[in-house]
């Protein structure tokens, strides 16, 4: 069975952009794969956090892919510093890295920009992403588009240390949805839809209660032409807005034109508003049920050991190929 890895950080709440670019496709995948995933806290703390807060958001997002329907019979999911491998493996790879290639990564260029000095630790972040995927031989990483540069350094890295030191890691891919690879900001159709964006009206959290909703579809930025047409590069606001409408409904884009042929948005906007917030119900009910439970704890730390069992013989291939240890 195909191994597929990924991660999501525990920061701030998730959003529509999470939840249909991976936390969906996490999903899907475990019906035939052999599925880990985790919640990247060392991530997380490549910029500030709040120590409270951020053990309240690891368990946030914990409870929410068990919400969405990951499904801890078939899916590892654990807390990414409950395994030390993680942090292990990203040395290592360190020292097969470069400067060069991290600094265009464009992640990192956005979030130092203008600043003369920029956290170590968020200059290291896509080699410490590679280590989480290189460590359980992982063939398949569902992500979000924004991601790509990252999956590719890791394909770089994976593949410059078989080349230098003999088969050591499997070589990974990423997998991109074709709807939900990119959700835009409702006020800015330009930019990705974001946690850390100013304006709350941008994105739409998996939680978030019905008169939000309303108000950040209804207020979501369009165009003045009044027609809805899937066309990204003339209309992203719409098109935006109809990706939405398709992840979340058994109708293509096709079908949602045919359907609002001759009406304005509207009408296409109310009737979106529903169907998020039908989608996003019983997503918020199972969130509720589980979040406080002692089970949720108990899932993270047998997530934990089951990762950690495969991750040692990996880490260990490496280290002997590399010639450290005795
Ligand atoms: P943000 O920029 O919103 O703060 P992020 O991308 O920094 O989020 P994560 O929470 O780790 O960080 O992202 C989790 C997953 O969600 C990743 O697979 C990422 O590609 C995906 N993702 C994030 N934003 C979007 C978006 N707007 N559209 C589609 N996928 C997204
Ligand atoms: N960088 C990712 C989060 C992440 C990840 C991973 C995703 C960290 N490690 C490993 C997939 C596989 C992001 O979404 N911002």
Wanted: aromatic share 8%; charged share 30%.
């Amino acid at each position: 069975m195909n191994r597929v890895f990924s991660g999501v950080q525990p920061t701030g709440n998730i959003h529509l952009g999470n939840y249909l670019g991976a936390l969906k496709q996490f999903v899907e995948l475990q019906e035939d794969h052999d599925c880990i995933y985790c919640i990247v806290d060392l991530h997380a703390i490549t910029v500030a956090q709040d120590p409270k807060e951020l053990r309240e958001s690891i368990l946030d997002v914990a409870a929410l892919y068990l919400a969405v329907g990951v499904d801890p019979k078939k899916s590892i999911v654990f807390v990414q510093s409950s395994v030390s491998g993680h942090s292990e493996l990203g040395w290592l790879l360190t020292c097969s890295s470069y400067t060069g290639e991290l600094s265009r990564m464009t992640q990192f260029k956005d979030k130092g920009k203008g600043k003369e000095s920029v956290p170590t630790g968020l200059f290291m972040y896509p080699v410490l992403m590679a280590a989480d995927i290189l460590l359980y031989d992982t063939n398949v990483v569902p992500v979000g588009i924004d991601q790509k540069q990252h999956i590719e350094l890791t394909r770089d890295l994976c593949n410059r240390i078989n080349n230098k030191y003999g088969d050591t890691f499997v070589l990974p891919e990423g997998r991109y949805l074709k709807e939900g690879a990119k959700i835009m900001a409702l006020d800015d159709p330009t930019k990705k839809m974001s946690k850390s964006a100013e304006n709350p009206l941008s994105r739409i959290s998996l939680l978030d209660d019905e008169s939000k909703i309303k108000k950040a579809i209804m207020k979501a930025t369009t165009d003045s032409e009044g027609v809805i047409k899937f066309d990204m590069e003339k209309k992203p606001g719409i098109s935006n807005l109809m990706n939405i409408y398709v992840s979340f409904s058994d109708l293509s884009i096709e079908d949602i034109e045919k359907k609002y042929e001759g009406k304005g948005y509207g009408d296409f906007k109310k009737d979106l508003v529903t169907i998020v917030v039908d989608g996003l119900a019983p997503i918020k009910k199972r969130f509720e049920e589980i979040r406080h439970s002692d089970e949720l704890i108990e899932i993270l730390r047998d997530g934990a050991n089951r990762a950690n069992e495969i991750a040692v013989p990996v880490l260990e291939r490496f280290k002997n190929n590399l010639g450290v240890g005795i």
